[in-house]
Nanobody, 127 residues
């Protein structure tokens, strides 16, 4: 499985950005994709994730109501729409896929659960 992220960049506080992550390779049966981020000097943290077949989502409290994760099954792509951005959203963002196959698994917020990772994408929010 390969994940390739697009988007990110520089935005002013209060602005919006949209990122996408396309999956390729042997993704049959995989169901959970998500986004993590890592700010300078901090550990990587969970942002949001989605179950690809059902569309069920989960968000970290710090982004709930501002960020929206969505998916396009036909394109094996997930999106992260980030609105009302804050300087504390500045980080390198990573998309990730839970390798467990089947459609009954819950969405995990644990970094260790995700085996496949895309390249990091820098997001900078200026105040």
């Amino acid at each position: 499985v390969q994940l390739q992220a697009f988007g990110g960049g520089l935005v002013q506080a209060g602005g919006s950005l949209r990122m996408s992550c396309a999956a390729s390779g042997d993704t049959v049966g995989t169901d959970v994709m998500g986004w993590f981020r890592q700010a300078p000097g901090k550990e990587r943290e969970f942002v949001a994730a989605i179950k690809l077949r059902s569309g069920v989502t989960r968000y970290d409290g710090s982004v709930k109501g501002r960020f929206t994760i969505s998916r396009n099954l036909a394109k094996s792509t997930v999106y992260l729409q980030m609105n009302n951005m804050k300087p504390e959203d500045t980080a390198v963002y990573y998309c990730a896929m839970d390798p467990q196959r089947g459609y009954n698994s819950a969405i995990s917020t644990s970094e260790g659960r995700y085996e496949y990772w895309g390249q990091g994408t820098q997001v900078t929010v200026s105040s």
